[in-house]
């Protein structure tokens, strides 16, 4: 997933800056990746660049997965609803 930078504007955490997936605050996204900038203490990396990219492309495919079944279930979710919808509005004209 992209990862990017941004500013906390909470009263707790104010100006306190963190890193986090693009999709972290998506309720259907798999990717939760969150991390305080000053707590961050990256890890020595013993891959190569080939496997750092391989591992870089796997995210950005589980991101693009999480992002296509995300609107699958959304559209679903508003299939129901019309039905539901459609339904409530018969039962209402045969009355």
Not at 30 to 52: A, G, M, T
Not at 54 to 70: G, P, Q, T, Y
Request: with cysteine.
């Amino acid at each position: 997933c992209p990862c990017i930078l941004q500013v906390s504007g909470t009263d707790k955490n104010p100006g306190k800056k963190f890193y986090c997936c693009r999709y972290w605050k998506d309720s259907n996204a798999k990717c939760k990746f969150f991390v305080w900038v000053d707590e961050y203490k990256p890890k020595v990396w013993k891959e190569s660049e080939d496997e750092l990219k391989n591992k870089l492309i796997k995210m950005d495919e589980s991101c693009r997965v999480a992002r296509m079944e995300a609107e699958r279930r959304k559209k679903a979710k508003n299939l129901l609803l019309e039905e539901l919808i459609s339904t409530k509005e018969d039962h209402a004209r045969m009355e």
